[in-house]
C-alpha cells in the first residue's frame, strides 16, 4: 500500500524488489517500519485502512495501538481464538466443579473412553462408581481387549486439596487389589506433598488429573464443547499462476 516494494514476474516466478520510495526511506535507517510508521507518513496507507475498517472514518489512536505490535492478521486472530477458548475452559471449569456425584462419574467415564480406554461407554460404566469399596471407586480396562485393569479414585472437591493421605489409602487400596496401575481423578487441586509421593512410587504407577487437567482434556477431545463457530483464510495460490 506504501508503493515501499513492488511485485514482477520473470517467466514463471514471481518477485518482489524495493522501489525507490523504498530506497528512500531505508537510506534513513529506521529501527523498523510498522504499521503505525505506515499509517503516518502514507496518505494511501491511512485510505487502505479507513475502507478495510468499512468505512469507519479517520483511524484514531485506539486503531493505531492496536496495530503497533508487528503481529501478522494470523496472528492477531490466534490470540482472539486463545482469549474466547480460556473464557470457555472458565466457564466449563466452574460447571464441573458444581456437578453431581452421578454427572461427574459420568463426566469421568466420558474422559476416559474418549482418550482409549475401557472399551465402550456402556462396558466402563459397568464399573466405575460401582465397587465403593477398600477406597476404590471403579475399574476400567486399560484397552479395548481387557488385558491389564486400571483402579480409579474420582474425588468431587472443591474447598479442599488432595493430601499425601488420600493419595496412601488409594495406593494401600491399589496393593489389596493386586494391581500396580492408579488413576486418581479430583475436582479440587493436589498439594505438593502429594505431587512428591506419587512422583516417588516405584512400584505403581500412579497418575494424578486435577480439575484444571480434567478440563483440559475435556476441551482436547470435546467432551462438553463444541466447536461453535469456523473462520476460513484465503491465501493467493502462486501455483495456480505458474503457467500464466
Same mark, same amino acid.
Given at each position: ?10 517467466? /514463471?516466478?514471481? *518477485? +518482489? ?12 535507517? &529506521? ?5 503505525? @510508521?505506515?499509517? %503516518?507518513? @502514507?496518505?494511501?496507507?491511512?485510505? +487502505? #485502512? ?21 503481529? !501478522? ?30 454427572? *461427574? ?14 472399551? !465402550? ?21 486399560? %484397552?479395548?481387549?481387557?488385558? %491389564?485393569? $486400571?483402579?480409579?479414585?474420582?474425588? /468431587? +472437591?472443591?474447598? !479442599? ?5 488420600? &493419595?496412601?489409602? *488409594? ?12 488413576? @486418581? $481423578?479430583?475436582?479440587?487441586? @493436589? ?5 512428591? #509421593? ?32 469456523? #473462520?476460513? $483464510? ?5 501455483? #495456480? *499462476?505458474? %503457467?500464466?
Amino acid at each position: 500500500m506504501a508503493s515501499l516494494v513492488d511485485s514482477e514476474r520473470r517467466g /514463471r516466478k514471481g *518477485f +518482489w524488489r524495493i522501489t525507490e520510495r523504498g530506497l528512500e526511506i531505508l537510506s534513513k535507517n &529506521l529501527d523498523g517500519i510498522n504499521t503505525k @510508521f505506515l499509517l %503516518d507518513n @502514507f496518505p494511501e496507507v491511512r485510505e +487502505w #485502512y479507513r475502507k478495510l475498517k468499512n468505512g469507519a472514518g479517520t483511524v484514531n489512536e485506539e486503531t493505531i495501538s492496536l496495530t503497533e505490535t508487528n503481529k !501478522s492478521p494470523e496472528e492477531l486472530i490466534e490470540e482472539s481464538i486463545d482469549k474466547v477458548n480460556l473464557l470457555t475452559k472458565r466457564e466449563l471449569t466452574e460447571i464441573v466443579s458444581n456437578l453431581s456425584p452421578v454427572a *461427574f462419574e459420568k463426566l469421568v467415564v466420558d474422559v476416559l473412553v474418549q482418550m482409549g480406554y475401557g472399551g !465402550s461407554y456402556e462396558e466402563a460404566s459397568q464399573h466405575i462408581g460401582k465397587t465403593g469399596d477398600e477406597g476404590v471407586d471403579g475399574v476400567i480396562k486399560q %484397552d479395548i481387549l481387557g488385558l %491389564d485393569n $486400571i483402579y480409579i479414585q474420582a474425588k /468431587r +472437591w472443591n474447598n !479442599s486439596t488432595v493430601g499425601r493421605r488420600e &493419595l496412601q489409602s *488409594f495406593v494401600g487400596a491399589l496393593h489389596g487389589k493386586g494391581s500396580r496401575k492408579g488413576v @486418581f $481423578i479430583t475436582t479440587s487441586q @493436589f498439594t505438593r506433598d502429594a505431587l512428591e #509421593y506419587a512422583k516417588g512410587l516405584s512400584d505403581i504407577k500412579l497418575i494424578l488429573i486435577d480439575g484444571e487437567k480434567l478440563v483440559d482434556y475435556m476441551l482436547k477431545f470435546k467432551i462438553g464443547v463444541r466447536t461453535y463457530r469456523k #473462520y476460513e $483464510i484465503l491465501k493467493v495460490d502462486n501455483d #495456480y *499462476f505458474e %503457467d500464466f
